[in-house]
Structure formats: C-alpha cells, structure tokens
C-alpha cells in the first residue's frame, strides 16, 4: 500500500497525526483517485468537504483504532469508549455536542444524550478511517436472553406441508403487488414464526383466539414492540385470506397507535442548515429536498430528463406508493443547479456518486448531519425534517391542504392534515388566558 501512496506527487508521512498527508491544491482530490482510487476505497464526501483554508490533506490513516459509542441507560448520557489511542482533535470535537466529562474508572468519555450527536460523531470518525461500534438501545439483557432462548427454539422448529404452502402463497401475494423484497422477507419471517408456534396444528386450525393467546403468552413477555406485533396482525390476517378463510377484523386487536407530530424546523433553522455546506453539491442536494418537499429516495431518483425548464417543474417518478407527481422548482433553485450542472457535469442522473450511478442514501444522511453540526442544531431528527417543515411552512402561508397534499404526494388528506397541528397559522392568533391577568 505504501508503494502506492508514494506515487501521489508530493506526498509525506507525519508521525505527529500518524497519517499520510499532501499539499491541498487545486485538481490533488482527482490527483489522488486517479492513483489510488481502483486500489482502495476513497472518502469521496471528506475530500469534497475539506473546509476553506485547509493547507493538508490526509489522504490514508495509517492507523485505526476503535470507537464504541452508546447509550447509558437512565443516565440522559452516551458514553464514547476508544480501544487504542486517542488525538486530542477528537475530544474538541466532541465537545461541539454540549459538557465532556471523563471516567478514569471507566476509561470513557460521557455526553449529553443525543441522536443528532451518536449519528454526527458516528459519522466524522468513520470519515477518519476509524472503525466504529454504536451500541442502540436494547430490551434488559434478562429479556434479550429469554428472547433469544425462546424465539431460537421456535424457528429450529419445521413447518409441516400446510404451513410451508400458506408461507409460500403469502410470498406469492406480496411478490405479485410488488412490495419491496425487504417488506416480503420481513412478513414470510413474521408468519413462519405464528406457523412454527403453532407447529403442531394445521393452519386453518388456528384463529383469532390462537393469535391473541401468541401474542400474550409470546410476543408482548419477550419484549417485542407495538410495531412489530401491529405487522404480525397484518400477516396473520393476510395469510388466512389467502386460504380462503378470513379473520372477522372485529376480532384482531391492534395495538394502541401513538400520535407523533412530525419534527419541524424554523425557517431561521432552515436558513442556517440550506447555508452550512460549503460543498455546491451537498448544498443543492438539501436545497432541492427543502424547496421541492421530496423524500430522500427521490432526491436520488432524479434524472437529468426530470428537469423541465420551460415550464419550471420537477418531474418526481414512482415516488412512494409508485405515485407519479410534478412540484415547481424556484429561480433561485434552477441558478444553484445551473452552478452545479457547470462544475459537476452528470450524465444521467443529477446526483452520481464518485464512480458514476445513483448518489447513495447514506452518502446524502451524512450530509444532513454534518449541516446541522455546522448550523449548531441540536435537534434530534432525520432528512424527512426537510419535507416536513416544506409542508408547514407552506400550510403557515396560506396554502390551501388540498395542494399541499398534491405536492407531497399523499393518496389521502388526512396524512397531510397532521401538519395543521403543528403549523403556526391558526396558532398565532389564539390568546393565551394569562394576558388577561393582573400579575406581576
């Protein structure tokens, strides 16, 4: 590898930051791929990042160490553990993201809980060649043992011929309405453990009754959510349909559904997070989810021929629910992909990854937390963000919800009336009774 290295014009190795590094010039990241790019995997997102001023580059670590991140239960802390050594840029860092506290005891760092900082500095570690280990939230280690115990014994057991058919015909039937191969593999997953637990019966030998009893004597102790009982329902049900004998829904409970309002931001935040990157790609990126209100599949899914100039509308295809749709895009918007188109050339899709097809999703997760870091946002959200506030904030200037549903794609009204609840148009003019109030 080292061989390798040399070869970049310019290159040294500094002991002090145990990597190699190359003076930043103009056309050295191309330079560098040029060389080394068929050979090892190039951050391509810390290259076109590198903040205005930098005089180095690094371009390989020559060491890794590892990083543990995670949540300390019923602390409101997530502690950062490093299994080697350590540089004290890593700690300035971390201290972006509020009080940083050491534990010799423990020999680990602790911060105020956050996901915005556990995914941000998940993020900028791998960015530098460090291997990361975030440990999420799981059930008490007694339930995750009697979970694994109980659920292992159940899938070693095999589905008799009956059972086996009806998984099949539900993987038919998902298969043949096109879901997502992900949601098939997760629903056969959910039936064959119903048919396993009930291995020693036919399936039309079970009911309402057998399925309520799995889900009190099996689910709900082992610590499953209300989530994945709700898909189970789901697959049950479907499954008995295709067998020609379908479950009254009058007798299937559902768990209770909660009512989250979707996480908005202030058009000041907005501003800040549109403003952060320095980069004309990530910023555009961003730019067309916010001004568009598009999801992150489909900020990626946009071709160069989605683009209609002449009539200044984005032509959004097979969005969710294979739902076409047409949004206009702002002048101020066409002028940053004009920039953009100028400096970047793509061939075929707007966003291309370094070696050419789409722009990956992860790619585009990552730069949405490295803008909100840089716009000192500590909110605990995702990309969706974006689309969510675009809905809000045309709702709070007056734009009828029935656009705004065509806008966002939504079959039905009522998945975008929820953004009237947090929409401030309606707010702004309730009087708070305490305005009325001697007080002092």
């Known amino acids: 590898m080292i061989a390798h290295v040399r070869k970049v014009n310019g290159v040294r190795y500094s002991g002090t930051h145990r990597c190699w590094h190359v003076e930043e010039r103009e056309g050295i990241a191309e330079w560098v791929r040029s060389i080394l790019g068929d050979l090892y995997d190039i951050d391509a997102l810390a290259l076109e990042a590198l903040p205005q001023g ?15 991140i995670g949540n300390v239960p019923g602390s409101g802390k997530i502690m ?3 299994h080697g050594l350590y540089e004290k840029e890593w700690l300035a860092e971390m201290r972006q993201y509020g009080h940083l506290e050491y534990l010799r005891e423990r020999r680990e760092w602790r911060l105020p809980w956050s996901r915005v900082a556990v995914d941000s500095l998940s993020d900028w570690f791998t960015a530098r060649g460090l291997q990361v280990e975030v440990r999420r939230d799981k059930p008490p280690a007694a339930v995750r043992k009697m979970r694994e115990e109980v659920t292992g014994e159940v899938r070693a057991r ?22 997502s191969e992900s949601t098939v593999k997760c629903y056969l997953s959910m039936i064959e453990l119903f048919l396993k637990y009930y291995h020693d019966r036919e399936p039309l030998d079970t009911g309402p009754a057998e399925l309520s009893s799995f889900m009190t004597d099996f689910l709900l102790p082992l610590g499953y959510s209300a989530s994945y009982q709700n898909q189970m329902v789901t697959a049950v049900k479907t499954t008995f349909s295709l067998l020609g004998r379908p479950m009254n829904p009058d007798n299937l409970v559902r768990p209770r559904r909660s009512r989250a309002l979707p996480k908005v931001f202030s058009k000041e935040e907005i501003s800040k997070i549109l403003n952060a990157s320095g980069n004309i790609k990530h910023r555009l990126i961003l730019w067309m989810i916010y001004s568009c209100g598009l999801r992150r599949s489909e900020v990626l899914n946009i071709s160069l021929t989605d683009l209609d100039r002449s009539r200044n509308i984005l032509h959004i295809r097979q969005g969710k629910g294979k739902v076409d749709r047409i949004v206009p895009v702002s002048a101020r918007v066409w002028d940053k992909i004009d920039e953009y188109m100028a400096a970047y050339e793509p061939v075929t899709w707007l966003f291309e990854g370094q070696r050419g097809g789409k722009y990956s999703a992860g790619s585009v997760y990552a730069v949405f937390r490295r803008a909100l870091r840089r716009a000192g946002i500590r909110k605990e959200v995702g990309v969706h963000a974006l689309r969510h506030s675009y809905a809000t904030h045309l709702h709070e200037g007056g734009l009828d919800i029935r656009f705004i549903q065509e806008l966002l794609g939504h079959r039905s009204s009522r998945t975008t009336e929820v953004y009237t609840h947090v929409s401030r148009r309606n707010l702004m003019s309730v009087k708070s009774p305490i305005d009325d109030l001697d007080l002092k």
């Open 80 to 82: 950062i553990k490093f």
């Open 158 to 179: 095999v589905l008799g011929q009956k059972s086996a058919e009806a998984v099949r015909l539900l993987g038919n039937n998902l298969r043949e309405k096109r879901h």
């Open 54 to 68: 930098e005089s180095v580059t690094s371009i390989l670590p020559q060491r890794r160490c590892r990083v543990e």
